[in-house]
């Protein structure tokens, strides 16, 4: 059994994500020859969140995203289901949780978000969808707690679509990136879960169709990095 067919169980990946924490982002800044920070940028200015607004970052990790989310004077949450990545990140921002002038960070399931309805102008989940149990399930939660009009901003990783490239980017996946990760001393294992999670995730147009599915509405995307990654946007009827 491949670790991508965990059936993505919350407990097996999110204990997977607790023994890598430590050098997540440091793992995911070498393996993305720093293109991350580039999706990041891309992913704020796509949430664009104004002041006075409330963003709500899923699958945030150690809330390195989440900080992008404040700087025009938005609010934002931080929610994972890894308490190792949460851990990690209550630290690095200062060992305070929930109060204080920081990003306040909470543990949550995407399938079952602790969160009233109607609360988020801006909900998005970076490279941590595919992780999710149930996509659609996921999707209808983010909906039910945006705001009549609010939006949904998904960036994951995606197929690209650059022909000749794309043979070289699988063998660098499959055989390279868990090496590279062990090199780091982060848990090879996990990285191996990311190869294969990213070579079985859905093309494009088929994520739009699910995202419209749950309910969304004007679903579009632009890939970046020859579509390495693809970021999804999306509306809640107002």
Not at 38 to 65: F, I, M
């Amino acid at each position: 059994m491949t670790r991508a067919q965990l059936d993505k169980q919350p407990d097996e990946v999110a204990a997977m994500f607790d023994r890598t924490a430590r050098r997540y982002d440091l793992v995911n800044d070498v393996i993305s020859l720093g293109q991350v920070r580039l999706w990041r940028k891309a992913v704020a200015a796509a949430v664009d969140a104004g002041p006075g607004e409330l963003v709500l970052d899923l699958g945030a990790g150690t809330g390195t995203s989440t900080d992008a989310f404040t700087t025009l004077g938005a609010r934002a949450i931080a929610s994972d289901f890894s308490f190792g990545m949460l851990s990690t990140g209550v630290r690095r921002h200062g060992g305070n949780a929930l109060s204080g002038p920081g990003v306040p960070f909470i543990a949550g399931d995407a399938m079952r978000l602790p969160f009233a309805d109607d609360v988020f102008d801006a909900v998005t989940i970076s490279v941590a969808l595919r992780n999710v149990h149930d996509t659609g399930q996921a999707l209808r939660e983010m909906l039910r707690v945006t705001k009549p009009g609010g939006r949904l901003v998904i960036l994951e990783f995606s197929h690209v679509t650059f022909g000749a490239f794309d043979l070289v980017y699988r063998e660098y996946l499959m055989r390279l990136l868990p090496k590279v990760a062990k090199v780091f001393g982060s848990n090879d294992d996990s990285y191996e879960y990311l190869a294969e999670s990213i070579r079985d995730w859905p093309d494009q147009p088929t994520l739009a169709r699910t995202i419209q599915d749950a309910g969304w509405q004007r679903v579009a995307w632009r890939n970046l990095t020859m579509g390495i990654v693809a970021m999804h946007r999306g509306f809640k009827p107002a």
